[in-house]
């Protein structure tokens, strides 16, 4: 059995819009910090000859691109032998906490251990990104920029202790989202007047987040982060059908967040494409952040995160995981590739 672990991500500059080319290909630059503490693990092993593919989430999750995601992977990569994959995070999935990008992140380092020749020209970052395109960031730590353009690619702008920043995340909502960030973004693209505008903005959100992490400096950043989440939700809901996606307790934290830098908290939200609110403090706001948020009504839960590492295979389960029966008995490969 091959085992890797990676960390979801939250950026700080989104994502939201696809080229026409395929393969998550985006239409703007982001910049994100790999969320330590909420991962995804990946296990891979091989099935036996005239067996096919197996690839599910455990608990059950959106299988469907999972298994669209194995099947080019083993191509990319050359794996002759099908593979049976299970995936599982120990935070919420599906619900904008960026678990797909964890998770494929996850799975390109355990798939690109599974081939049989060292993947030395495939492109990783392509392939991770062609699962989940967010993914592509979480295949390093830290502070990450994806650059887009003729030549896509990710790069570390800082280390993950360059900054030590506290994310607090208020959980709004446990069940999966309605529209997913993919379909959400298609229809932005295509049916929201404002959408130009969206893209037309980012190079200078970009840039002002950048400078702001190489300084470490939160009361630059913070309100760049604030205004570019809302201006990609302002997008869609311009969208037809409108699509929202927070809760409530979104805006309820949204404004508690807002009452405590009032009081002098430098604290600074985040929305992705759901209704989870990530908050951006330093370490030192933190307990008095997470305590305020717990307060909210209808924050179900309150997880702490901080920037984290890029992904890597492990000999052992971590103890949280839970795989199904038939995979406990499953010895890694000696050695295992572990790092
Ligand atoms: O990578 P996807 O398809 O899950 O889309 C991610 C979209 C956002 O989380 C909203 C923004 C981002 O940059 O991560």
Redesign the pocket.
């Known amino acids: 059995m091959i085992l890797a672990q990676a960390h979801a ?1 939250l ?1 700080l500059v ?3 819009g696809k080229t026409a080319e395929g393969g ?1 290909r985006a239409a703007n630059a ?1 910049l ?1 910090v790999t969320l330590d503490g909420l991962t995804s693990l990946a296990a891979v092993r091989f099935r036996s000859r005239g067996e096919s593919d197996r690839a599910v989430w455990h608990p059950p999750g959106p299988t469907e691109g999972l298994g669209r995601f194995v099947a080019h992977a083993r191509e990319v990569l050359r794996i002759r032998r099908a593979v049976d994959v299970v995936v599982q995070s120990n935070f919420p999935v599906g619900s904008g906490l ?1 678990s ?2 964890s998770a494929y992140a996850a799975l390109t380092y355990a798939l690109a251990e599974a081939a049989d020749e060292a993947p030395g020209n495939v492109d990783l970052t392509a392939l991770a990104r062609s699962g ?4 592509c960031r979480s295949l390093l730590g830290g502070f990450v920029e994806w650059q887009v353009g003729a030549e896509e690619t990710v790069r570390q702008v800082a280390a993950a202790d360059h900054w030590p920043l506290a994310v607090v995340i208020a959980v709004t909502r446990e069940e999966p989202k309605h529209i997913s ?2 379909e959400g ?1 298609v229809r932005t693209a295509s049916t929201s007047p404002f959408y130009r505008a969206w893209l037309d903005a980012n190079p200078a959100d970009l840039s002002l987040v950048r400078d702001a992490v190489q300084r470490r400096d939160l009361a630059a950043l913070g309100p760049v982060v604030e205004r570019n989440a809302l201006r ?1 939700h302002a997008t869609a809901l311009g969208s037809t059908p409108p699509l929202l996606y927070w809760e409530p307790a979104t805006v309820a934290v949204m404004r508690e967040v807002w009452r405590l830098r009032e009081e002098g908290t430098a604290a600074f939200f985040s929305i ?2 759901g209704p989870q609110v990530k908050v951006v403090c330093e370490p030192g706001a933190a307990d008095g952040v997470a305590a305020a948020l717990t307060e909210v009504p209808g924050v179900h839960r309150v997880l702490r995160s901080r920037p984290g590492q890029g992904p890597r295979m492990l000999r052992e389960p971590p103890s949280w995981a839970r795989l199904p029966a038939p995979w406990q008995d499953t010895p890694t490969p000696a050695g295992g590739g572990a790092t």
């Open positions: 991500n950026a989104k994502y939201w998550n982001s994100s960026a797909s990008a989940s395109g967010s993914a960030s993919r973004m990609m992705d494409a």
